[in-house]
């Protein structure tokens, strides 16, 4: 098992960026799939991007596409996303999570998760 811990939230402005880092402790992350979900109050957890053991692949929700990257150090056993432009409805929990295996886009298929890290953004 892994152990996940997100941080870098925050409060920022409309159009602001943020950086948030996810550090993995427990076993090396080196062989995993590590991604980032989010959950605004009411609403499902939603896929937000997801990056290949090797950091050559990277895939990403539509709504973030163009203002999120996602990357990765090996060597740090550390993910990071990076949000620029940011919206108000990015307003959410963020999830840092990994799995053996594929990029995948369900919540369903990760079983390491981070206690997540808030974001909020105001208008």
């Known amino acids: 098992q892994v152990q996940l811990v997100e941080s870098g939230g925050g409060l920022v402005q409309a159009g602001g960026s943020l950086k948030l880092s996810c550090a993995a402790s427990?076993?090396?992350?080196?062989?995993?799939?590590m991604g980032w979900f989010r959950q605004a109050p009411g609403k499902e957890r939603e896929f937000v991007a997801v990056?290949?053991?090797?950091?050559?692949?990277?895939d990403y929700a539509d709504s973030v596409k163009g203002r999120f990257t996602i990357s990765r150090d090996n060597a740090k056993n550390t993910g990071y996303l990076q949000m620029n432009s940011l919206k108000p409805e990015d307003t959410a929990v963020y999830y840092c999570?990994?799995?053996?295996?594929?990029?995948?886009?369900?919540?369903?298929?990760?079983?390491?998760w981070g206690k997540g890290t808030q974001v909020t953004v105001s208008s």
């Open positions: 999570v990994a799995r053996v295996g594929g990029r995948r886009f369900s919540p369903l298929a990760y079983d390491n």
């Open positions: 427990g076993r090396t992350l080196s062989s995993s799939v």
């Open positions: 990056i290949s053991w090797s950091g050559g692949g990277t």
